[in-house]
């Protein structure tokens, strides 16, 4: 993630949304001051900076459920108020509430169908990899992304979700309101994203399958306006 002071902008990061693309691009631009978590493995270009440090974590304890207590606990105890996945619940914590109010949050979000079949992918390169997709399924160990920049109430806390399928467009509409040197084609030499002849997604999915995602990730489908 990201915190720009230069700019005016925070990054909450999400997966499989091209993330680490937009932070490695955007860490030559930003200067000393601003905020960049590490990434793992490490990316050339990439320059983490100014993450670690001791904040009140007090406010977190009173309104987080369990699991944000310890997650608050274990960041305060490493110094880390600024992880690579920090949610924008986490971060608007953490940061000082000018900021958060007067700095532009921005994130990505991704089509739940075709970033299940990109996960999957993934997660064939893992220890324990699924077998088929359907076995992946089945593990019920999905990409969720909202609860990365909504509340706890379902409530959106950043000013833009970016679409992954339009990515370069809205990214460059955004970066001329910021301030922020962009041109297309800047995202996807800079990381990762690796554009070549892949068999569309929605030949992947049964009917059964495709009734699933969109009762699992109902939340997100009807956020950001997503089809089959």
Request: hydrophobic fraction near 30%.
């Amino acid at each position: 993630m990201i915190i720009s002071h230069k700019y005016r902008f925070i990054f909450i990061k999400t997966r499989k949304t091209a993330g680490r693309s937009i932070e490695t691009y955007l860490s030559s631009l930003c200067d000393c001051r601003d905020v960049f978590t590490p990434v793992f493995p490490p990316e050339p270009g990439h320059r983490p900076r100014n993450y670690k440090r001791r904040w009140d974590i007090r406010s977190e304890l009173g309104a987080a459920g369990y699991a944000g207590k310890v997650q608050a606990v274990l960041d305060w105890l490493g110094k880390r108020p600024f992880r690579n996945h920090s949610t924008a619940a986490e971060i608007k914590a953490r940061v000082n509430p000018e900021i958060w109010r007067e700095y532009t949050t921005f994130c990505v979000d991704r089509n739940p169908w075709e970033k299940t079949v990109s996960h999957y992918n993934t997660c064939r390169h893992y220890r324990n990899p699924p077998g088929d997709f359907e076995d992946y399924l089945s593990r019920e160990e999905y990409c969720f992304n909202y609860p990365g920049y909504c509340d706890r109430s379902g409530n959106v806390l950043v000013d833009r979700v970016l679409h992954y399928e339009s990515l370069e467009d809205e990214l460059a509409d955004l970066f001329a309101a910021l301030g922020v040197p962009f041109r297309k084609g800047v995202i996807t030499n800079a990381g990762r994203i690796v554009r070549q002849s892949k068999p569309d997604y929605r030949e992947v999915y049964t009917d059964k399958q495709k009734a699933l995602i969109e009762r699992v990730f109902s939340r997100e489908i009807v956020l950001n306006g997503y089809r089959f």
